[in-house]
């Protein structure tokens, strides 16, 4: 009896004086996971000891009795530094062929995740310190889309603020090892050249921001539709030499015709592109596919198109083009090996709870802030083996 309650003073002294809002090195608690007496884990942006051998039991702070042991509150804004990150391994990516290469000229498949629109899911709602963290450590993703809206509620409606928010969004996701993809999501009305002025505004105030950081890609246009490609190619010949004066080395994205679908989507095709190419060094062509929509004329067409240009599939999901409906996963692994063995870097759609199928979070976990495997919906229990497992 003495002997154990001196070890539960012993173990109250230890725990009062334990250091707060430092950078937690713990990795994120897992239900699946079997914890020991002593083993560590962070969840919801708290670091907890185990006391004894546990499976299964979520960390609760206001157990005092429980099997998890409060240590201290993580501090998120000073994370601390990545080890063996995505952006350590390649380095400054570049455009070698038709492939995206590291620094050492190895060809390179990112592997990620897109956000919802910030205007709906951005930061501080579906996007935090902690399901940042879900992503670079658990979910083991290489990149970060940051899907800025132009319309709809975005960009247009308040640029100052969407600006500010892609900037933090951007010192986040750097901060965690991963590459960060800059999209500008125009989508409505689908010609990139009728805001072409704000793009210009856009792209000036971020590039100059993060010129010397050497993660961050730039996506021009995300999705443009009834337009033709030689007016999608004008518009790109003005933004990418504004985006190449402030910094020479980013690799620079351009959505293709038809909804980035290389013009399938609208009666066109990748020879569209092959014969009127952008002529700048360092650009990829933009291609997006939804499994239960687009079958076997997509996936030839995102395959001959690999075969001729670089190609970076920017957006896709395993549902219908609406990002809702049933998973169609047997057509979305033919898409991935295909991804795979043509070394096409990609990110899916998307990092959020919205209520439709496409988002991986079940509803409710954004506010929760539960970034478990428990919280996922099929298609992000499905998406998260695929990065963690490809």
Not at 289 to 316: G, M
Not at 345 to 351: D, G, H, K, R, V
């Amino acid at each position: 009896m003495y002997r154990y309650c001196l070890t539960f003073i012993l173990t109250a002294l230890l725990y009062s004086t334990v250091s707060y809002a430092s950078p937690c090195t713990s990795d994120l608690w897992q239900a699946q996971t079997i914890y020991l007496g002593g083993d560590k884990a962070v969840f919801n942006d708290v670091e907890y000891q185990a006391a004894w051998w546990t499976q299964g039991q979520q960390p609760d702070p206001d157990a005092q009795w429980g099997v998890w042991r409060f240590v201290q509150q993580c501090d998120t804004s000073n994370p601390p530094d990545p080890v063996d990150t995505p952006v350590q391994r390649h380095g400054q990516l570049h455009v070698c062929g038709n492939q995206l290469c590291g620094e050492n000229n190895q060809v390179v498949q990112l592997r990620g995740m897109s956000t919802h629109g910030l205007q709906w899911y951005g930061w501080n709602n579906c996007v935090t310190p902690a399901s940042l963290d879900a992503l670079a450590q658990d979910w083991q993703a290489d990149i970060v889309r940051i899907s800025l809206y132009v319309q709809e509620g975005g960009y247009a409606s308040n640029p100052a603020a969407f600006t500010a928010q892609v900037n933090t969004i951007i010192d986040e996701v750097t901060a965690r090892g991963m590459y960060a993809l800059v999209d500008w999501h125009q989508l409505t009305p689908g010609d990139p050249n009728a805001n072409l002025q704000l793009a210009q505004q856009f792209f000036t105030d971020v590039v100059t921001t993060h010129q010397n950081k050497i993660n961050v890609i730039y996506d021009i246009a995300n999705e443009p539709n009834n337009v033709s490609w030689a007016a999608i190619k004008s518009y790109a010949e003005q933004m990418i030499p504004l985006i190449r004066q402030i910094d020479a080395d980013a690799v620079v994205l351009v959505g293709t015709h038809g909804w980035a679908s290389m013009g399938v989507s609208d009666g066109g095709s990748p020879q569209d592109i092959i014969n009127n190419p952008i002529m700048q060094p360092n650009i990829m062509y933009g291609f997006h596919f939804y499994a239960a929509s687009h079958q076997q004329v997509y996936r030839d067409a995102l395959a001959y198109a690999a075969d001729h240009l670089p190609v970076f599939v920017t957006e896709w999901g395993s549902q219908t083009y609406t990002g809702d409906g049933q998973n169609d996963f047997v057509i979305a692994q033919l898409y991935l090996d295909l991804m795979k063995q043509k070394k096409i870097s990609w990110t899916n759609w998307n990092y959020s709870d919205d209520f439709r199928s496409g988002a991986v979070w079940k509803t409710g976990t954004c506010s929760s802030g539960n970034w478990t495997v428990n919280s996922l919906k099929e298609a992000g229990i499905w998406v998260r083996d695929k990065i963690r497992n490809p």
